[in-house]
């Protein structure tokens, strides 16, 4: 199996394809068989530039801040259910009387 890198586009590129598709001499497949692009990308950013003009295309790895948001969150919830499953074995650890008849 080829081992193929992802190619990642800046918004502004991703604007101007979906820009030149828009023209009236120039089809989707023309554009994305022109620039390299996979079968599909100008309608995917397109219809992501439709749904939110602003906040589309906020970064390389970087989500909008209300998802930013929620992941942070979900991380959090994530980590204090592990400490609680932690303090819950250590109270059942420490809650038995110790037992008798150690050898000392």
């Known amino acids: 199996m080829a081992n193929k890198r992802r190619r990642t586009y800046d ?7 979906v820009e030149l598709a828009d023209s009236p001499d120039r089809n989707d497949d023309e554009v994305e068989r022109d620039l390299g692009l996979y079968d599909g990308a100008i309608r995917t950013w397109r219809r992501a530039i439709a ?8 970064g390389h790895g970087h989500l909008p801040a209300p998802e930013e948001e929620l992941r942070r969150l979900r991380r959090e919830v994530q980590i204090l259910q592990q400490e ?12 038995h ?5 150690i050898d000392s």
């Open 11 to 17: 918004a502004e590129f991703k604007r101007q394809a």
């Open 51 to 58: 749904q939110n003009a602003e906040t589309t295309f906020p």
């Open 84 to 95: 609680r499953e932690i303090l819950k074995k250590a109270v059942a650890i420490f809650s």
């Open 97 to 101: 009387p110790p037992k008798s008849g």
